[in-house]
């Protein structure tokens, strides 16, 4: 919704430029028009031909450039109302304060319909709008925009919903349905964008096959899930533990080295060793690698030491010392 609404903004202000562009044409080609209303129309342009040129500068200033931008707006809006004595001008004000709860939040566009109430008054303080059209104004611009704020509203509820829906749905995407531990495919991505050199723990299962066969795949499942969520229960936020296939995980340590490494491994493995899952007690082996920033390798690596550690089972191995 925040790149629709810089895409608005921009396409406002090249609109903006348009519509002025035909207004100075127009004025100077029937020589209707007054020096005040002239100034502000050349002011007008001139900023919005800036902005426009240089948005993605001022882009980080985006809310700033809005508001200026309506202020500009509302002043060409009741200028040209004062230099023409036209009501049909003011039916601008309509357009503008809609646009506003479109391209601002609703917090922030509140400004441009309470500058146009402010408007409506003070011309009429000097005597420039009858007081039956100004009353007509003031309640139609009330009315107008507590209808746009109503749907400013519903559009920023129906935002928020979407960001939570989108934020499950990553979740989803990243976690591994059984356990809660990463997927594979988010594993590689999160992989990248940790601290190297960190160290790098396989576990697998030891006989995981003769678990399920013995006790069915509920019991298997449940195993699996235990284990998870055992090991996330001993690591840190910064750490990264997936499940890579049926009964294998890898833990990545960030910024920690093969010492820090087996050192968790051999307390994950003493945890399981003394645990039971409905009734039934299970092992673990580990191989322990470091993480360069190839992690090809160092998987390949973490994999050799878990088959040295497979031949014994219920095993921490480390690749550096085989």
């Known amino acids: 919704m925040e790149e629709l609404r810089v895409s608005f903004s921009k396409m406002g202000l090249i609109l903006s430029l348009f519509v002025l562009f035909i207004l100075l044409l127009v004025k100077f080609l029937t020589n209707y028009y007054s020096v005040v209303e002239i100034f502000f129309l050349f002011f007008a342009f001139g900023t919005f031909f800036i902005e426009v040129v240089f948005f993605e500068k001022l882009k980080k200033y985006l809310l700033q450039m809005q508001i200026f931008s309506y202020v500009i707006l509302l002043l060409l809006i009741f200028v040209g109302y004062v230099s ?34 402010y408007g409506l008054v003070y011309i009429f303080y000097f005597h420039i709008i009858s007081f039956y059209d100004m009353v007509n104004l003031l309640i139609s611009v009330v009315i107008f925009s507590y209808f746009s704020f109503k749907l400013s509203s519903l559009i920023e509820e129906y935002e928020s919903k979407i960001k939570e829906q989108n934020a499950i749905l990553k979740k989803l995407a990243n976690k591994d349905d059984l356990t809660g531990a990463y997927n594979r495919r988010a594993f590689f991505e999160l992989v990248n964008k940790i601290k190297v050199p960190s160290a790098i723990v396989m576990f697998d299962l030891d006989y995981f096959k003769r678990i399920n066969d013995t006790y069915g795949h509920d019991v298997g499942d449940e195993v699996l899930k235990f284990f998870s969520s055992l090991v996330k229960s001993h690591i840190r936020e910064s750490d990264i533990f997936a499940r890579i296939g049926g009964e294998e995980f890898v833990l990545v340590l960030a910024g920690s080295d093969l010492e820090v490494g087996k050192k968790v491994a051999e307390k994950i493995r003493k945890l399981v060793e003394k645990s039971q899952i409905n009734g039934v007690k299970f092992t673990i082996s580990a191989g322990v690698s470091l993480y360069r920033g190839d992690i090809q390798k160092a998987l390949k690596e973490a994999d050799e030491a878990l088959y040295e550690a497979k031949k014994r089972r219920n095993e921490v191995r480390v690749y550096s010392l085989i």
């Open 84 to 117: 023409l004595k036209n009501i049909a001008i003011l039916l601008w004000l309509y357009p503008t304060i809609l646009s506003a709860f479109f391209i601002m939040s609703k917090s922030y566009a509140l400004i441009v319909p309470i500058l146009s109430l």
